[in-house]
Structure formats: C-alpha cells, structure tokens
T-cell receptor, first 112, second 114 residues
C-alpha cells in the first residue's frame, strides 16, 4: 500500500532564509507525486507535481521539488521564504488509479 | 471562473441529526472526492466517484453516504451513525487522462457538533 511520511510536524524559518520540507513515500512503482499548500481554513492549492521526466520540477510561488528514486523522497524547496509562505504543506502520492494518499502535513512558520 | 464550490462554509449538527454538505464543480471533471481533515492527520478519503451514478468507499466511509446523480454535484451526508463528525471536510475533483491524477480542491466545510 502507498504511504507518505512528512517527518517534520512544524518548521520555523526566518524570512529570507531557504526552506526544505521533507517527504518520503512508499510505493512499488514509479509514483505520481504532489505538493499542496493550505492556508488556515482554506482548501488545498496545488504547488507542483511530478509524473515523469526531469526529476527537478518547478512550481508556483517560487517552489521546486526534486524526485530522488533511490531515497524515495520528494523534498520541497524554496531559496528565500516570504512571510506569506506561512501555511501547512502536504505531500501526496498517487497511482494510476487516481486516488491520492496524503502525508500528515508540515506547518511552516516564518519569523521576521 | 471555473472551480469547486462547497457550501456551507460552517455547519452545526445536533445529536442524532443527519446533515448534508454540498459540493458543486463547473470544471467538467468526471471524478470527484470527499476527504476528512483532522489536525495532525492529513486528509483521509471518505468516498470517491469516477463517473455519474457510481461511487466507491474510501478509507473511512462508515457513518457517511454520498450520491452522484449529476456530473457536477457530489453531496456528502454525515449520518447520525458518525459518532465523531467534528472535522474539516474537503471536496475535490479531477479530469481525464493523465490529468485524472491531479485533484483540485474546494474551500472546505467545517462541521461542528452542538
């Protein structure tokens, strides 16, 4: 069965600092991988996705993620965090059956 | 604007009452989903539907029911059998082909028990 682990429940970074949110997945075949962001009381917005091809994918709001098959990881990065990036971030893995399995989420706090 | 509309934004349930959460999409998507979100647990799939008049149970279907009579609508009923209904409920939809793996979400409904 598919599973997703986000090891960090909370992360605090200073505004302007770099960010890396970790995601590890378990899936037998090549997965479809996603990062979503959720502001308080809102729905989820898709940041980026990986289906195949280039393992470094670019998303919206200056985010990127790298698929590393050998480490079963899909970490999200941003070179310089803005206060508006404070939110909860979810990693998800999908199969061809179009169901998604989500991680428990990482809450990002940005300090000025 | 194309999107997914969930209503109401806030809902309160009395003991023994059934309540229905609305989800409407104008994206012409075939598949629709309902998730439950609890703090620290991510999203858990309640029900999903890949086509009109067909739906399947997800991981936590007990105490919930759905219908899919129209392509654009996928209402969720929280029945009195659901003993712990307080949560944030999210509806999503996805399109065709490879894009069926990309889910788009509504703004959610927060359900509380009176």
């Amino acid at each position: 069965a598919q599973s997703v682990t986000q090891p960090d429940i909370h992360i605090t970074v200073s505004e302007g600092a770099s960010l890396e949110l970790r995601c590890n997945y378990s899936y037998g075949a090549t997965p479809y991988l996603f990062w979503y962001v959720q502001s308080p009381g809102q729905g989820l917005q898709l940041l980026l996705k990986y289906f195949s091809g280039d393992t470094l994918v670019q998303g919206i709001k200056g985010f990127e993620a790298e698929f590393k098959r050998s480490q079963s990881s899909f970490n999200l990065r941003k070179p310089s965090v803005h206060w508006s990036d404070a939110a909860e971030y979810f990693c998800a893995v999908g199969s061809d059956g179009n169901k998604l399995v989500f991680g428990a989420g990482t809450i990002l706090r940005v300090k000025s | 604007d194309g999107g997914i509309t969930q209503s109401p934004k806030y809902l309160f349930r009395k003991e023994g009452q059934n309540v229905t959460l609305s989800c409407e999409q104008n994206l012409n998507h075939d598949a629709m989903y309902w998730y439950r979100q609890d703090p620290g647990q991510g999203l858990r799939l309640i029900y999903y539907s890949q086509i009109v008049n067909d739906f399947q149970k997800g991981d936590i279907a007990e105490g919930y029911s759905v219908s899919r009579e129209k392509k654009e609508s996928f209402p969720l009923t929280v029945t009195s059998a659901q003993k712990n209904p307080t949560a944030f409920y999210l509806c999503a939809s996805s399109g065709e082909g490879v894009r069926r793996n990309i889910q788009y979400f509504g703004a959610g409904t927060r359900l509380s028990v009176l």
